[in-house]
Protein backbone atom coordinates (compact mmCIF):
# COMPACT_ATOMS: atom_id res chain seq x y z
CA UNK A 1 0.00 0.00 0.00
CA UNK A 2 3.06 2.31 -0.29
CA UNK A 3 3.74 2.29 -3.81
CA UNK A 4 1.57 3.38 -6.95
CA UNK A 5 -0.19 0.37 -8.45
CA UNK A 6 2.67 -0.12 -11.13
CA UNK A 7 5.11 -2.27 -9.40
CA UNK A 8 8.93 -2.42 -10.31
CA UNK A 9 9.49 -6.08 -10.32
CA UNK A 10 5.90 -6.07 -13.01
CA UNK A 11 7.00 -6.92 -16.74
CA UNK A 12 3.77 -5.63 -18.38
CA UNK A 13 4.70 -6.05 -21.72
CA UNK A 14 5.28 -9.75 -20.95
CA UNK A 15 1.61 -10.17 -19.59
CA UNK A 16 0.67 -9.78 -23.57
CA UNK A 17 2.99 -12.54 -24.74
CA UNK A 18 1.33 -15.70 -25.89
CA UNK A 19 3.47 -17.84 -24.58
CA UNK A 20 1.67 -20.19 -22.82
CA UNK A 21 1.29 -23.75 -23.99
CA UNK A 22 -1.41 -25.88 -22.81
CA UNK A 23 -4.21 -26.15 -20.19
CA UNK A 24 -1.68 -26.81 -17.28
CA UNK A 25 0.51 -24.13 -18.57
CA UNK A 26 -2.93 -21.79 -18.38
CA UNK A 27 -3.82 -23.06 -15.02
CA UNK A 28 -0.34 -22.23 -13.27
CA UNK A 29 -0.82 -18.83 -14.42
CA UNK A 30 -3.88 -18.58 -13.34
CA UNK A 31 -3.56 -19.47 -9.56
CA UNK A 32 -0.43 -17.54 -9.56
CA UNK A 33 -2.69 -14.05 -10.41
CA UNK A 34 -5.29 -15.32 -7.96
CA UNK A 35 -2.45 -15.51 -5.22
CA UNK A 36 -1.26 -12.32 -5.96
CA UNK A 37 -4.82 -10.84 -5.25
CA UNK A 38 -5.40 -13.25 -1.98
CA UNK A 39 -1.47 -12.33 -0.49
CA UNK A 40 -2.48 -8.44 -1.07
CA UNK A 41 -5.80 -9.17 0.24
CA UNK A 42 -4.77 -11.58 3.61
CA UNK A 43 -2.98 -8.64 5.77
CA UNK A 44 -5.14 -6.03 5.45
CA UNK A 45 -7.34 -4.90 8.80
CA UNK A 46 -10.74 -2.94 9.07
CA UNK A 47 -8.30 0.22 9.40
CA UNK A 48 -6.79 -0.09 6.10
CA UNK A 49 -10.13 0.29 4.37
CA UNK A 50 -10.42 3.96 4.01
CA UNK A 51 -6.61 4.43 3.87
CA UNK A 52 -5.71 5.97 0.75
CA UNK A 53 -3.70 3.98 -1.98
CA UNK A 54 -2.58 5.55 -5.87
CA UNK A 55 -3.11 3.49 -8.68
CA UNK A 56 -1.34 5.03 -11.48
CA UNK A 57 -1.31 8.51 -9.61
CA UNK A 58 -4.54 8.63 -8.62
CA UNK A 59 -5.88 8.69 -5.37
CA UNK A 60 -8.85 5.63 -4.31
CA UNK A 61 -9.41 4.48 -0.64
CA UNK A 62 -8.62 0.59 -0.15
CA UNK A 63 -11.78 -0.06 -0.97
CA UNK A 64 -12.46 1.57 -4.25
CA UNK A 65 -8.78 -0.16 -5.14
CA UNK A 66 -10.34 -3.36 -4.07
CA UNK A 67 -13.70 -2.67 -6.30
CA UNK A 68 -11.67 -1.31 -9.28
CA UNK A 69 -9.12 -4.26 -9.52
CA UNK A 70 -12.29 -6.87 -8.99
CA UNK A 71 -14.40 -5.24 -11.66
CA UNK A 72 -11.04 -5.26 -14.16
CA UNK A 73 -10.53 -9.31 -13.30
CA UNK A 74 -14.60 -9.79 -13.94
CA UNK A 75 -14.04 -7.84 -17.86
CA UNK A 76 -10.92 -10.31 -18.85
CA UNK A 77 -13.06 -13.37 -17.10
CA UNK A 78 -15.90 -12.77 -19.22
CA UNK A 79 -13.14 -12.25 -22.44
CA UNK A 80 -12.35 -15.93 -21.12
CA UNK A 81 -15.73 -16.85 -21.53
CA UNK A 82 -16.46 -15.45 -24.55
CA UNK A 83 -13.07 -16.84 -26.55
CA UNK A 84 -14.17 -20.51 -24.39
CA UNK A 85 -17.85 -20.45 -26.01
CA UNK A 86 -16.61 -19.82 -30.16
CA UNK A 87 -13.71 -21.90 -29.55
CA UNK A 88 -15.62 -24.79 -28.16
CA UNK A 89 -15.80 -27.78 -30.24
CA UNK A 90 -19.15 -29.23 -28.49
CA UNK A 91 -21.98 -28.40 -26.62
CA UNK A 92 -21.51 -25.29 -24.54
CA UNK A 93 -22.07 -25.53 -20.66
CA UNK A 94 -24.38 -22.80 -19.49
CA UNK A 95 -22.35 -21.29 -16.56
CA UNK A 96 -25.38 -19.86 -15.15
CA UNK A 97 -29.17 -20.65 -16.11
CA UNK A 98 -29.18 -22.13 -19.43
CA UNK A 99 -31.06 -20.01 -22.21
CA UNK A 100 -34.47 -21.13 -22.18
CA UNK A 101 -34.68 -22.70 -19.14
CA UNK A 102 -35.51 -19.13 -16.83
CA UNK A 103 -38.83 -20.79 -15.73
CA UNK A 104 -37.28 -23.59 -14.52
CA UNK A 105 -34.88 -21.96 -12.15
CA UNK A 106 -37.80 -19.19 -10.86
CA UNK A 107 -39.64 -20.18 -6.87
CA UNK A 108 -43.68 -20.29 -7.41
Known amino acids: MTTDGEKPWRERDGEFENDIKNRDEMMQVWEKG ?24 EAHTVVDAINRQIAHYASHIGQLIYLGKMLATGPWKSLSIPKGQSKTFKKP
Open 34 to 57: WKVLFDALEPLTEADFEKTVFIRN
